[in-house]
């Protein structure tokens, strides 16, 4: 079976990636090109017919390797309507509420032959919800194919994802497809990754969004082993589509930009803005699908009350995520939209920082007694201590918000996090959850809670406190990774690995422009020869002419005033401009 598997992945690949050649000879010979424009990202005139080689390469597969079921007809009849309008689109620009009325016709045929999201015992409204799915993951692909290789890389990982369910879910028939989608994705991408030489184009990011989002109606959602994960496992593994397409739809209706109409402020576009690099935005976004299959997946294997916990606090880091590339400015000052005032205000409203903060620290409080009694218990609850935990829930989240708000952990700037807003989280959230202590054992008196989840508790919620705070630096460490330099800065040594140096050197990691690539330290202290400061190593004096000759250094940026008269005098006699750096309060 698994050699069926690689034979179907290796024969499509193939296919995809010989039609995607002859697809972009094709495209350039009659003009079937997408031409560069304001709200699109690339510069130059690109061809078009990557979604043919697709939907082809999909399709012969199919006929080839995969038994021919009357269940799976309506899909692939429903997908090739998809694709048609793409191509269609393509070319002519179909208007955006025809796209819409094609895609609910197609979805209200997947409905008609029977495909369904099991959600809810109505069979009506699970119909509502499967047309919603349908063409909510189609438009999601088709929003998210925006930067070279995105929407194939991301295709890609889905395809993978259910072939990993359906093969795990005993329908070895059903595996085949998204593993011949999979290769129609992987040969394409060989192109259409960084920089791309063709794009697949509306056709083929109809068809892959569509083709997705029905094949995950195949999965026999019966077999899993809770009702949570059935709802949840198809949402984490088209994680990164919809959180696109929920940033776009969001930030467009408040800037008044339609939500149709293309632009630079998609999720991706966002990480270029702060300094991301194409290919390394494109890659990060792969890591967070793989992350989010990952989660997706392993529900089926999860008691309940562990998915309990485990999703709620994978969602609070998708938020934190949301939140901090929401605020990236991606248009110009003069390009920005003025926006309705309604959505406006609304805006205005969801962002005071105050009301986010409690609210978040609400769900954190609640998260952290509950993971608690899950880690006491050993991922079960009985009924007296999920009576317990009911019953006391409202005292800890009123005692615990109340010690924040008075230790004044609502007074600092997240985006400047540091040692002593940790500390002062630490003193509040160890005074809250001493008082919370006394408040339960007084209304138990002393009988019934055990003692050992209010330490878990205390532990839990430091951790999720904390890490809460310090979100937009870590996000911004792991989306950003090193700093780079800019292509024109010079290379330069820091003198003095003090405080000095250290404040220096963010400054310049912070702010590009000032045209410096920092090489590392030198210090007076031969002790601190050999360590490393902010990821850059201090070496020691008698390495400087070696340094100055290898990386050809002409600046040295001095960092301490009380620096030797005669080691400036030195630094000078090797060629060196010396340069300080001087706050002053006037």
Partial sequence: MIIQYAMVLIFTTLSSAGLTVVARRVANKIGYVAAPSDNRWHAKA????????????????????????????????????????????????IKPYTKLIIQLVAATTLVYFGFHLPWVEYTWVNDVLTIFWLVGITNAVNLLDNMDGLAGGISLIACLFLTVVFFLNGQTTEALLPMALAGAALGFLFFNFKPASIFMGDSGSLFLGFMLSG?????????????????????????????????VTVTRKMSGRPVSQGGRDHTSHRLVALGVSERRAVLTFYVFALASGMVGLSLRWLKGPVVAALVPGFALVVLAAGFYLGKVRVYREEEEPKGVPIFNAIFDFTYKRRIFEVLLDV???ALAYYGAYLLRWDGEMGDEQLGIFLK?????????????????????????????????????????ATMSIIVVFLMYRFHGPSRVVFLLNLLLLLILISASRL???????????????????RPVLIYGAGDGGELLIREILNNPLHLYAPVGFIDDDERKAGRVLHGYPIFANHELPD????????????????????????????????????????
């Avoid at 390797?65 to 620009?93: C, E, N, Q, T, W």
């Avoid at 979100?471 to 800065?489: E, I, N, T, Y």
């Avoid at 005033?561 to 005098?569: E, S």
């Fill in 46 to 93: 690109t061809p078009l017919l990557g979604g043919a080689a697709i939907y082809l390469s999909f399709m012969l597969s199919y006929l080839v390797f995969a038994p021919k079921k009357a269940s799976i007809l309506p899909l692939l009849a429903a997908g090739s309507i998809m694709f048609v309008a793409g191509l269609i689109d393509d070319r002519y620009h």
């Fill in 215 to 247: 094949l995950a109606l195949l999965s026999e959602t019966a077999r899993f082993s809770n009702l949570t994960s059935v709802l949840l496992t198809p949402v984490l593994i088209f994680l990164i589509p919809i959180f696109d397409t929920c940033i």
């Fill in 363 to 365: 769900v954190l409080i």
């Fill in 392 to 432: 006391t829930l409202p005292v800890m989240i009123i005692v615990e918000i109340s010690f924040l708000l008075f230790g004044g952990v609502y007074r600092g700037l997240w985006r400047y996090a540091g040692i002593e807003d940790l500390l002062r989280i630490v003193r509040s959230v160890f005074a809250g």
């Fill in 471 to 489: 979100s937009f630096r870590m996000l911004k460490a792991v989306m950003l990774g090193p700093a780079q330099a800019h292509p024109d800065a």
């Fill in 547 to 586: 340094l100055v000759r290898f990386y050809n250094i002409k600046d040295v940026i001095v960092s301490n005033r009380a620096v030797p008269a005669a080691r400036l005098d030195f630094l000078r006699a090797l060629g060196l401009s010396l340069k300080k750096v001087s706050v002053r309060i006037e």
